[in-house]
């Protein structure tokens, strides 16, 4: 009977810590809020990286063109290798702003899952790292199909 007595507080203390652990509602909603908030941030920078080599590739594609017509056929040989490299380059640019999109919409899911537990909460991260690889795998995809328009557009 003493042994139960004494139990008893350790019992309740270990019922205590498990609900505390789980994140309420509110706790959820700004985890989640500032997951967006990262994402959106992620994707700002790479579609800033992908602008400036936009720039870039824009610029060097103009100089380019402006040789073709200069030297004409000397010239198509550089403006074909300037073109393919800036298809290489964009290709790589929208590669980093997708897995940008990719790596938010998945934390920002992850965050959402928080709130629950159990079975639902498993079911629910399952589904966001499912999301998350298809969407990585659908990047690759674009990239890989660019990088080869690159090597045969030389």
């Known amino acids: 009977m003493k042994t139960t007595i ?4 350790i019992a309740a203390a270990l019922a ?14 700004k985890d989640v809020a500032e ?11 790479a579609k800033q ?5 936009n720039k870039e590739v824009d610029r060097d594609v103009t100089a380019a ?6 030297a004409k056929q000397g010239a198509r040989v550089k403006l074909s290798k300037v073109e393919a490299d800036a298809i290489a380059k964009t290709a790589l640019a929208d590669y980093d702003i997708a897995t940008a999109r990719a790596d938010g919409a998945y934390e920002i899911a ?5 709130v629950l537990t159990g079975v639902e909460r498993d079911s629910c991260q399952s589904t966001a790292e499912a999301k998350h690889e298809a969407d990585l795998a659908a990047a690759v995809a674009a990239r890989d199909e660019a990088l080869v328009r690159a090597d045969w557009h030389e």
């Not at 997951?35 to 920078?45: F, G, I, L, P, T």
């Open 49 to 53: 990286d992908a602008a400036e080599t």
């Open 6 to 9: 004494r139990l008893l507080p």
């Open 65 to 70: 063109r402006t040789d073709y017509d200069d």
């Open 35 to 45: 997951a967006r908030q990262d994402a959106a941030r992620n994707v700002s920078e």
């Open 16 to 29: 205590f810590l498990l609900v505390g652990c789980q994140q309420t509602p509110s706790e959820n909603a």
């Open 110 to 114: 992850n965050e959402k899952c928080d």
